[in-house]
């Protein structure tokens, strides 16, 4: 790789941080945006540059935003009575693919994992006892995490946290195998899961 311009052994470094690229990947990828052309570099020059200044996190409930609340936060054909908590915007991207939930979400930014310096304090899961105090209209919270010691743990405090509150606590149910990530499920599954979802 030492042949190559240092501009280039730098888009090859920058590709290589992506998750499953390594570097063959990684110079094929640049190779192909050389080969694309000027425009194309330009284009997408743009687009992470609009990626940076443009894109922030909805105040409400941490999904992916452009200027102040999500477009699910804002759409008022949402089913505003269910909050629906998911580790990371993967699995809130799942979640909306299957097509079998229409309520609003709560982006935890992560699960609770002493062994790996993760405490509640570090993730946004207090926002949720937040949310249902401040808005009478939701009557129930599906924690929808991972099926892991971690999720369960992270489902736990959310129970707690949200004790003495008139909001129904429930966690999908069958379809959802121990040790599995809510991103990589398919749409049937998750469907299933939910609709037999119980509660905490």
Known sequence: MEQLPA????VINALKRLPGVGEKTATRYAMQIF?????????MIQALSDL??????CPV????????????????QRDRTVICVVKDIRDLAAMEKSGTYNGLYHVTGGLISPLRGTMPGDLSLDAIK????????????IVTLDATVE?????????ET?????????????????????????????SRALRDRKNI
Not at 52 to 57: M, P, Q, R, S
Not at 61 to 76: K, M, Q, R, V, Y
Not at 130 to 141: F, L, S
Not at 166 to 183: F, H, K, N
């Open 61 to 76: 409930c941490n999904n992916l935003a452009e200027g102040g609340l999500c477009t699910i936060c804002s759409d008022p």
């Open 162 to 190: 949200l004790k003495g509150l008139d909001v129904r606590v429930s966690r999908p149910a069958m379809g959802i195998p121990t040790g599995t990530d809510i991103g990589y499920l398919d749409g049937l599954t998750l």
């Open 151 to 159: 999720g369960d743990t992270t489902a736990m405090y959310i129970k």
């Open 35 to 43: 080969d694309e052309g000027r425009t194309y570099i330009d284009q």
């Open 52 to 57: 940076a200044e443009k894109v922030t996190l």
């Open 7 to 10: 501009p280039f052994i730098r």
């Open 130 to 141: 937040n949310r249902c105090t401040a808005d009478p209209n939701i009557k129930e919270v």
